[in-house]
């Protein structure tokens, strides 16, 4: 069955410093993943997606993630976290019409 | 394009009442999901429709859980006799089916938050 593991359930990072957010799969086909970011009390808002190609994909906001088939990972990246980043976020790996997503990692950004 | 819509954004209730949630999709999308958010939780699905049609409700969590899309457009998800264990976001989603994806890129609205009382 396809899930997903977010390793950290809490990170803190300083504002201008760089952040890694760790996202492991489970799936057997080619996988679909997406990178979620949810603010308190809000619906989540998509920063980017890997279909296929070029395994270092772009997103919204700065944010970038790298697809490593060997290692079953989708890892969510930032050179400079800035103080709005803070938030919760998912990783998702489509299965079909539904997304799995892990539990979330939650961004706390100190000054 | 204005975005998936949900109303109510909130909704308190008592214990064994019914309650509905609407979901407006992104009005040329013919996917439409719904999900469950518990604290500390990554959303879980729960359905999801294509056009008017249910292609997938084994995943919902009770036969107090039912959803409608009677015109392919709007949805609404109903829960009766609601229990404190329903207290949760429920979230909607919408996508545009493409022929050669499996796996649509989901668009979220802001939610309906849920208190069972």
């Known amino acids: 069955a396809q899930s997903v593991t977010q390793p950290d359930i809490h990170i803190t990072v300083s504002e201008g410093a760089s952040l890694e957010l760790r996202c492991n799969y489970s799936y057997g086909a080619t996988p679909y993943l997406f990178w979620y970011v949810q603010s308190p009390g809000q619906g989540l808002q998509l920063l980017l997606k890997y279909f296929s190609g070029d395994t270092l994909v772009q997103g919204i906001k700065g944010f970038e993630a790298e697809f490593k088939r060997s290692q079953s990972s989708f890892n969510l990246r930032k050179p400079s976290v800035h103080w709005s980043d803070a938030a919760e976020y998912f990783c998702?790996?489509?299965?079909?019409?539904?997304?799995?997503f892990g539990k979330g990692t939650s961004l706390l950004v100190t000054p | 394009d204005t975005g998936v819509s949900q109303d109510p954004r909130h909704k308190i209730t008592k214990r064994g009442q019914n309650v509905t949630f609407r979901c407006d999709p992104i009005s040329e999308h013919n996917r439409l999901y719904w999900y469950r958010q518990t604290l500390g939780q990554g959303p879980e699905f729960l359905t999801y429709f294509q056009n008017e049609a249910q292609l997938e409700k084994s995943r919902l969590l009770s036969d107090r859980f039912s959803a409608e899309r009677p015109k392919g457009s709007f949805s609404t998800l109903e829960i009766q006799r609601t229990e404190q264990g329903d207290s949760a976001m429920y979230l909607c989603?919408?996508?545009?089916?493409?022929?050669?994806?499996?796996?649509?890129?989901?668009?979220f609205g802001p939610g309906t938050r849920l208190t069972v009382l």
């Open positions: 998702a790996v489509g299965a079909g019409y539904a997304l799995n």
């Open positions: 989603a919408s996508s545009l089916q493409r022929v050669t994806s499996v796996t649509d890129t989901q668009y």
